[in-house]
């Protein structure tokens, strides 16, 4: 995906399954991508470019300007950013659905990470209950471990 703004444009490289492929021109998709999308796009040599390569575990990309983070990472970043918006009931669903996706699918431990944001949801009214909390410790623990950046190293 190529996100292109005034002054620069973005590289999405996505991976879930497979490891960065040679392009037909030779070299690595993070390093072929951005002289591809200038001459593509026909934009300037001094516009940047960047690579953002999106894994389940923040892999390396092979190049070493590009800037690697999760699925995980992703999908706070932008609930972090949206949080300040008043959406439509669409885009909301929308947004739902590709968090739901990122969370559930592209973890690196492949957990389910969608039910236990659910079941968090639904101790609101419990937080102050530390027996309750006490009861949950396994569900806590392994959201500390899924969100922690230790976990995608």
Known sequence: MVLQYERFAVVLEAKTGT???????????????????????????????????????????????????????????????????????ELRHAYAMLFTHFLTCATPLGADLRCVIQDFVQWENRLDDESFLMGKMNEIEAAMKWFSPEAYK
């Not at 300007?65 to 950013?81: E, G, K, R």
């Open 19 to 89: 490891g960065e492929h040679r392009t037909p021109r030779g070299d690595f998709q993070t390093i072929d991508y951005p002289p591809a999308v200038k001459q593509k796009l026909g934009l300037p040599d001094s516009m940047p470019v960047r690579v953002v390569f999106l894994t389940p575990e923040r892999r390396e990309a092979a190049n070493p300007n590009a800037f690697n983070t999760t699925f995980v990472d992703l999908s706070l970043a932008l609930a972090d950013v949206l949080e300040g918006f008043q959406l439509s009931d």
